[in-house]
């Protein structure tokens, strides 16, 4: 029923020459000028729109820079990533391999655009509170700096040797070592400085299930297709370079498409949360409070801010003193370092700041109304108050009303300053599937010809890239960081088993050894970069 499966000799290797023709390469780099040109008019008409036209040419140059280096690191995720998801239509012969990665950039840049941005500030929440709050400070530069160039360095040393490695565990890693690094310059005495274990546990959790349960449900998926699909041609793997049979091409055309899409609706959402702090920090007038929101949400949004000091107020009755907003603001930051919120002097800081936001919103009847010199305060009471209600969780001594009140509250602070413009979209778009059309070769080599023993049949392509992208997409609908390339390949390696073609161990010997040093290579890299980068800026 299954066919016989043929030796990776059996079928040569597909032509991997695409794009290198003159045209090809004058079209990429036309399309790179103008997504360079629309960053920097997008920029220039934002900061003009919230009246910041002073900024100093030294901090502009600066913010280009961190800008450049983002969308960098974006460039570097496609030409990594998403040579998993296009390696099964090239291997079977489903689509010439210059049209597969035209074709998965164009769905990685739709994933983007149509993406949640759960995942981006996911992700933000592992950074230092301190320094998410002074994004702008010298601190603040080393730690964007710091962490962008950890991640690309490390992505780029894997994939030069090849090997299929994850760029969200890289990130992560970076952030961390970033956080480490932190801990290690803070003042005596504040132990586990700015690191947020919550979210590190959470995040880790995803990302350390992504291969168990690429391995796992791929293998399964094949069973249950040999069992359901009772047709021969689909456990074949290709003859030569003819395509499959058409039915055949467009289930592994529509896989590649369905991975491409939710990989850029995760990946792409890490490089967007950076690049709000690069700008929140360059330019906070014009980025740190959400001037889109519509005038007619802030009478809604000051009466929401009014209930909720008022439930704080009556469960911090219990402090010795009511501080001024200043006091408030240091309380809340320093019992967010510490994860100790459900505290009578927190809730009575919380109020304060509660309150603050109400009278500020008020005052001025718009976000965008905002005077310059207030954003600051404005979006560090927002910040911090949401952060505060998602850590308390469901504490004990609140009412059903009252929780769902500091909830409701917590979800118009984050609208105010969670968000994503379109331009910052459209850009982290263009460079993730920018960098899929450049760069895939080394990867889409190592998962098509050197996971498993036998030449990639189409159940098997079909198999992995089913499970790929059921379990992004579900990972982009619940806001969690996930790896294409942990769940790819370990999906490839499950569906060699599960159709007793065998693995190359020295393959996977050197992919383990990459997902297992990545943690620490990259907080190393990032850590020491941070205590350089510190005494810089």
């Known amino acids: ?278 700008l929140i920090g360059a330019a906070p007038t014009a980025y740190a409070l959400n001037r889109a929101m519509p005038d007619d949400m802030m009478p809604a949004f000051v009466q ?36 100790t919120v459900a505290r009578p002097e927190i809730y009575s800081a919380l109020g304060v700041l509660s309150d603050d936001i109400a009278q500020s919103v008020g005052s001025y009847h718009s976000l965008q109304a905002i005077p310059a010199a207030a954003v600051p305060n404005v979006r560090t009471d927002m910040y911090l108050v949401a952060e505060a209600v998602r850590n308390m969780g469901k504490v004990s001594g609140f009412t059903g009303d009252e929780t769902a009140e500091l909830s409701k509250f917590m979800g118009q602070l984050n609208a105010g300053t969670r968000f994503i413009p379109t331009w910052v979209k459209i850009a982290v778009a263009l460079a993730l599937g920018l960098g899929t059309m450049v760069g895939w070769k080394r990867i889409v080599v190592t998962v098509g010809e050197k996971i498993g023993k036998t030449h990639l049949t189409y159940a098997q392509g079909a198999a992995a890239e089913l499970v790929a992208m059921g379990t992004i997409g579900l990972a982009e609908r619940y806001g969690l960081p996930v790896s294409t390339t942990h769940i790819l390949s370990s999906g490839v390696a499950g569906t060699m088993v599960a159709g007793g073609g065998g693995l190359q161990w020295t393959t996977l010997r050197a992919m383990a050894m990459a997902w297992v040093t990545t943690l620490p290579a990259a907080m190393l890299i990032s850590g020491v970069l941070y205590f350089v980068f510190r005494h810089i800026f």
């Open 304 to 339: 929401t801010a009014q209930q909720a000091a008022h439930v704080f107020e009556a469960h911090g009755s219990a402090a010795p003193s009511l501080p001024n907003a200043e006091e408030a603001r240091a309380q809340v930051t320093d019992a967010l370092r510490t994860k």
């Open 1 to 278: 029923m299954s066919g016989t499966l043929l030796s990776p000799a059996a079928a040569p290797r597909p032509n991997m020459k695409g794009g290198t023709n003159q045209a090809f390469r004058m079209f990429f780099m036309g399309v790179v000028t103008a997504a360079l040109v629309f960053v920097g008019y997008s920029v220039l008409g934002d900061l003009r729109s919230a009246g910041e036209n002073g900024m100093a040419v030294s901090a502009f140059a600066l913010l280009a820079l961190a800008l450049l280096i983002a969308l960098g690191f974006e460039f570097v995720n496609g030409f990594h990533d998403t040579a998993n998801a296009v390696a099964t239509v090239i291997y079977t012969n489903s689509l010439p391999p210059l049209v597969a990665v035209v074709w998965s950039g164009m769905w990685n840049l739709a994933g983007v655009l149509v993406s949640s941005g759960a995942v981006a500030y996911s992700v933000v929440t592992l950074l230092p509170v301190e320094l998410i709050l002074q994004v702008g400070s010298g601190a603040g530069h080393a730690m964007i700096f710091a962490l962008l160039l950890s991640a690309i360095i490390w992505n780029l040393a894997t994939w030069a040797f090849g090997i299929p490695n994850s760029s969200s565990h890289a990130l992560v890693g970076s952030i961390l070592g970033v956080g480490f690094a932190n801990q290690l310059m803070s003042p005596a005495g504040s132990a586990l400085y700015g690191v947020d274990w919550s979210q590190v546990r959470k995040v880790f959790s995803a990302l350390l299930f992504s291969p168990v349960c690429g391995f796992v449900l791929a293998a399964g998926m094949l069973i249950l297709m040999r069992l359901v699909i009772r047709n021969a041609a689909l456990y074949r793997a290709p003859e030569g370079d003819a395509p499959p049979p058409l039915w055949i091409r467009g289930l592994l055309v529509g896989t590649c498409t369905g991975v491409s899409f939710f990989h850029g609706s995760n990946d792409g959402q890490k490089g967007m949360g950076l690049i709000m702090l690069i």
